[in-house]
């Protein structure tokens, strides 16, 4: 038999519903039980009977019985190998009590899918006492697309964070290698998307005329750092929108693909000694801190397929960090 719990009601938790903060620490018990609880007084709060509708308050104390017909919660909090703590402990860029943000690797998922069972969500499955409490995404890169990931360790913190997305305050730099140069050089991309499921997996396109009922508008602006002759050019990206795809499909529309974009391809094959890999960095991303305390502002360094290709062009890390976070992103 379990032993009584007693659990202090955390500040995260302030204001939240008895049954709610069961919910999220119990998923598993069923909400009939948990009226019989109640009715029975065997759940207290501070001591004193409750109802499933009483507002909690941060450092309150809840009664917590035996629950030994209480199923293990959904997507419980799963052990991570020593292999899993040592690859999130290595691709950490920041962390404090609010945030964790990563350098995500090329070629791994943020999230899961049908054929995808590895991938940084599952990592963060294993850092909370379950599916309520672990830490969350708060935005998301392509699966090819390295770079600066930002997660978030409390519900709250992700709400703060999700309203700063949603309003554009979070300014965000990407990096990416292109197929000839941009003329002009410096310029905003103003093309709405449409997506568009193909064989291949979903894309995404430029919207046509009378398409404006499901058309999602995009703004990008982009400014050329360096470039290799004609062949290639360093593209510092900044996005105003948040859509799918939406560099990769952006920098195509524009007549310059991303080296290596295999949905969006250029139509023409990679330089001799350049990885078969996209070339697309989640460079730097800078927000105000969901505390209210000062900015992040974090760099993410190149992976080795990018290193490799600054060599075989000559193009410099200190040429690309010239981006002015601050200009006008209208």
């Known amino acids: 038999m379990p032993p009584v719990e007693t659990r202090n009601v955390s500040k995260d938790e302030d204001g939240m519903r ?15 039980r948990l009226e019989k609880l ?57 962390e404090d009590d609010d945030l964790l943000i990563l350098n995500k690797p090329s070629g791994i998922a943020v999230q899961g899918g049908t054929k995808t069972t590895q991938h940084i969500d599952r990592l963060l499955e294993g850092l909370g006492d379950g599916p309520e409490t672990r830490p969350r995404l708060v935005h998301r890169l392509d699966r090819d697309t390295s770079g600066v990931l930002v997660v ?83 593209v510092s990206l900044k996005p105003v929108t948040g ?37 697309l960095h989640a460079r730097r991303i800078a927000f105000a801190h969901p505390s209210g305390e000062g900015t992040v502002d974090v760099t993410a360094p190149l992976p080795p397929h990018l290193e490799q290709a600054f060599d075989a062009f000559g193009f410099s890390p200190k040429g690309g960090d010239t981006d002015d976070l601050d200009e006008d992103r209208g």
């Open 18 to 32: 008895l049954d709610r903060w069961f919910k999220t620490h119990y998923a598993g018990l069923p909400h009939s």
């Open 38 to 94: 109640l009715r029975t007084g065997q759940v207290r709060v501070d001591g004193g009977r409750a109802k499933a509708s009483t507002r909690l308050e941060a450092g309150q104390s809840v009664r917590v019985p035996p629950l030994p017909d209480a199923p293990p919660p959904p997507g419980a909090k799963k052990a991570l190998s020593k292999a899993d703590r040592d690859f999130l402990k290595d691709i950490t860029l920041y």
């Open 152 to 234: 978030a360790k409390r519900r709250s913190v992700a709400a703060k964070l999700g309203r700063a997305f949603q309003t554009r305050s979070v300014r965000k730099v990407y990096w990416a290698l292109v197929h000839g140069v941009p003329k002009p050089p410096q310029g905003k991309i103003e093309a709405a998307l449409v997506k568009a499921a193909t064989s291949d997996g979903d894309r995404v396109r430029k919207a046509r005329p009378g398409e404006q009922d499901r058309a999602q508008s995009a703004v990008t602006h982009y400014a050329v750092t360096d470039r290799a002759g004609q062949q290639v050019s360093l």
């Open 243 to 279: 859509r799918q795809h939406q560099l990769r499909a952006h920098m195509a529309i524009l007549g310059h693909p991303i080296l290596g974009d295999e949905k969006y391809p250029a139509g023409e094959d990679l330089p001799e000694g350049i990885a078969r890999k996209l070339h």
